[in-house]
C-alpha cells in the first residue's frame, strides 16, 4: 500500500513492479508519472496540472489554481 509515509523511490518501485495494480487499465492518468497520492492542495484534485508540481508549466498550474482557490475563500 502506497501512503504518504511511503518514500518516493519505494512508491515508484512499487508502482513499476505492479503497473496494473496501481493503474487499472480503464483508468487514464493524463500524468502517469505523479506520485499516486499527489493532489493539489487548492482544488483538491489529482491528474491536474496543479496536482503535481515537477515543471515550471506546472508550477504556474499550480500557482494559478492558488489564486483562483484564494479568490474563492476571501
Ligand atoms: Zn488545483
Redesign the pocket.
Known sequence: MITTETPYKLAEIIRDTWPNLYRPPNMKFKYPNDPLDAT?P??G?SG?P??YVNSMARAYA?DA?KKKYDKKNT
Do not use: P, T, V
Request: glycine share 0%; hydrophobic share 0%.
Open positions: 493539489c487548492y482544488c484534485e491536474k496543479c496536482s499550480r489554481c
